[in-house]
T-cell receptor, first 113, second 114 residues
Framework: QKEVEQDPGPLSVPEGAIVSLNCTYSNSAFQYFMWYRQYSRKGPELLMYTYSSGNKEDGRFTAQVDKSSKYISLFIRDSQPSDSATYLCAMIRFKAAGNKLTFGGGTRVLVKP | DGGITQSPKYLFRKEGQNVTLSCEQNLNHDAMYWYRQDPGQGLRLIYY???????QKGDIAEGYSVSREKKESFPLTVTSAQKNPTAFYLC?????????????FGQGTRLTVV
């Protein structure tokens, strides 16, 4: 079983709709939770990160963490065609040998005009 | 401009050959990472290095080797022992400290075995 599970999609929504993305994880040692956006053939870029249960907002993006259920979500409001990309959740646990970042498999999102 | 530079962008390798992927950063970051990305599998960690002259194996290190002789550079060699090397390779770096969790990524190298 993978440590971080993410539905691969693709997830297709009309422009203006809310995009809802989820990841589940099995290791309670994860302490920071991040969402990356990756356009085709490009490196991922960080969208948001959080370390506590609850919601965090940044513009049209809301990240949600539920540590008791080992579940994180990303919501994109008023979605735009430019939001079409692969979204990767990532989690980090701190180790003496170095911080280790573990990624989900990514969800491909397509926002149709 | 500060950032991470990976080269080349596209690389073709014949079976049985070793190839080296370059990763250079001018962000003054201590930590550097190599990931492999295959369709539907997200990013898998190959090797990471927290300081110069030290590195650790990630989850899929077999068939790969790295060096960290300079803070700015973390080259990855894909050896002939790697059975399925065709993939998209991403290099990343991050600043030190528990509070600094953001990893900055390069634009990737797409390796194809022909």
């Amino acid at each position: 079983q993978k440590e971080v599970e993410q539905d691969p999609g693709p997830l297709s929504v009309p422009e203006g709709a809310i995009v809802s993305l989820n990841c589940t994880y099995s290791n309670s040692a994860f302490q920071y939770f991040m969402w990356y956006r990756q356009y085709s053939r490009k490196g991922p870029e960080l969208l948001m990160y959080t370390y506590s249960s609850g919601n965090k907002e940044d513009g049209r993006f809301t990240a949600q963490v539920d540590k008791s259920s080992k579940y994180i979500s990303l919501f994109i409001r008023d979605s735009q065609p430019s939001d079409s990309a692969t979204y990767l959740c990532a989690m980090i646990r701190f180790k003496a040998a170095g911080n280790k970042l573990t990624f989900g498999g990514g969800t491909r999102v397509l926002v149709k005009p | 401009d500060g950032g991470i530079t990976q080269s080349p962008k596209y690389l073709f390798r014949k079976e049985g050959q070793n190839v080296t992927l370059s990763c250079e950063q001018n962000l003054n970051h201590d930590a550097m990472y190599w990931y492999r990305q295959d369709p539907g599998q997200g990013l898998r960690l190959i090797y990471y290095s927290q300081i110069v002259n030290d590195f650790q194996k990630g989850d899929i290190a077999e068939g790969y080797s790295v060096s960290r002789e300079k803070k700015e550079s973390f080259p990855l060699t894909v050896t002939s022992a790697q059975k399925n090397p065709t993939a998209f390779y991403l290099c990343a770096s991050s600043p030190p400290g528990l509070g600094n969790t953001e990893a900055f990524f390069g634009q990737g190298t797409r390796l194809t075995v022909v």
